[in-house]
């Protein structure tokens, strides 16, 4: 007689929790219709944070001419960066820029071309 065993379960993998992901800059755009004036916050790999405005010039056709950079802090730490961009956000809005409309472009699905009940019929070329 022989003997049987049951099957031994593997062991199941270690669940690992993962850190959430911490941003490592931050950016508000502002325009005047055709001019942009960026708000950029990154991180530093000492965890400081760098902050500084650029202002991109465009000519009549849209086309970037110009683009300048001042207006350049450091702070400790993304939190007070983000405050004091708020900051200079709120006072370029008052001095005639407006926030920057849409939701950062990128990609846009068009619309289906078919559905799954209704599906193209193949080439019957040879």
Known sequence: ??????????????????????????????????NQLQF?????????????????????????VKSERGGTVSYPDLASAKVAIESGVKSAVKGGWSERKGGGGGFKA??????????PKPNKSK
């Open 110 to 119: 068009r619309p289906d071309a078919f559905s799954l009940s209704n599906l």
């Open 1 to 34: 007689m022989s003997e049987t065993t049951a099957p031994v379960p593997a062991e199941a993998a270690p669940v690992v929790q993962t850190a959430a992901k911490v941003p490592q800059s931050y950016v508000r755009t502002l325009t005047d219709g055709g």
């Open 40 to 64: 950029i916050a990154t991180v530093k790999k000492d965890g400081s944070v760098n902050s500084y405005v650029v202002h991109r010039i465009n000519g009549p056709d849209g086309k970037l």
